[in-house]
């Protein structure tokens, strides 16, 4: 059973940073995919980073790439997601998604129904 815990969530000035963080349990390893995602109520939920977690390749939307970084810590199963120069319209819940075993491809990663698990979200607030 997958369990994705997120956090570090919070409020920031525009221009500053974050730091989300989001641990893993349940048999995600190097075979594994995870991905972080946002999403304003009401509104679909936007693909932001995607990582196999065993070559490390990453994938990034265009509306984040240069800004965010996503990185892993094997040891505590954990991936975080660097917000930097962070803007208004970053304000968003922001969700980790994962499946156990798959490799994602530029076509795929941005797809929200080929992720299987999801975390309960944490709140990034740009003011």
């Known amino acids: 059973h997958v369990q994705l815990v997120e956090s570090g969530g919070g409020s920031v000035q525009a221009g500053g940073s974050l730091r989300l963080s989001c641990a893993a349990s349940?048999?995600?390893?190097?075979?594994?995919?995870m991905g972080w995602f946002r999403q304003n109520p009401g509104k679909e939920r936007e693909a932001i980073a995607g990582?196999?977690?065993?070559?490390?390749?990453?994938f990034y939307a265009d509306s984040v790439k240069g800004r965010f970084i996503m990185s892993r810590d094997n040891a505590k199963n954990t991936v975080y997601l660097q917000m930097n120069s962070l803007k208004l319209e970053d304000t968003r819940m922001y969700y980790c998604?994962?499946?156990?075993?798959?490799?994602?491809?530029?076509?795929?990663?941005?797809?929200?129904?080929?992720?299987?698990?999801w975390g309960q979200g944490t709140q990034v607030t740009v003011s």
């Open positions: 998604a994962a499946n156990r075993r798959c490799s994602l491809g530029e076509r795929d990663w941005s797809r929200s129904s080929i992720w299987m698990y």
């Open positions: 990582m196999n977690l065993g070559s490390e390749e990453s």
């Open positions: 349940g048999g995600i390893d190097s075979r594994s995919c």
